[in-house]
Nanobody
Framework: QVQLVESGGGLVQAGGSLRLSCAPS????????MGWFRQAPGKEREFVAR????????YYGDSVKGRFTISRDNAKNTVYLQMNSLKPEDMAVYYC???????????????WGQGTQVTVSS
């Protein structure tokens, strides 16, 4: 069974950094577009970042642009989200997703992880 497993979430003070990892199991995802989404309590799931199969193309949501960096290591079958200058409004459950379309729409992603909690204290 295909599964995406996120890790690296936790509690951090505002202004701090965290790095999330996403390691698929069950198959290789080196040919897939990988994305990160997040969902805060009472809010809809929000696009955060995406990266194409080669890692040469990336795109970010406006709220994280300049602070977050998405990257991938296909040899390790792992995708990362480096989050710097974290703000209380970044607090959410972060989800890793894989799909075949270079998209910001969550409906275009076929595989999802269970999510990892990021808590930012002010």
């Amino acid at each position: 069974q295909v599964q995406l497993v996120e890790s690296g979430g936790g509690l951090v003070q505002a202004g701090g950094s965290l790095r999330l990892s996403c390691a698929p199991s069950g198959r290789t995802f080196s040919s897939y577009v990988m994305g990160w989404f997040r969902q805060a309590p009472g809010k809809e799931r929000e696009f955060v970042a995406r990266i194409n199969w080669s890692g040469l193309r990336t795109y970010y949501g406006d709220s994280v642009k300049g602070r977050f960096t998405i990257s991938r290591d296909n040899a390790k079958n792992t995708v990362y989200l480096q989050m710097n200058s974290l703000k209380p409004e970044d607090m959410a459950v972060y989800y890793c997703a894989a799909g075949n379309k270079y998209s910001t729409n969550e409906l275009d992603y076929d595989y999802w992880g269970q999510g990892t909690q990021v808590t930012v204290s002010s």
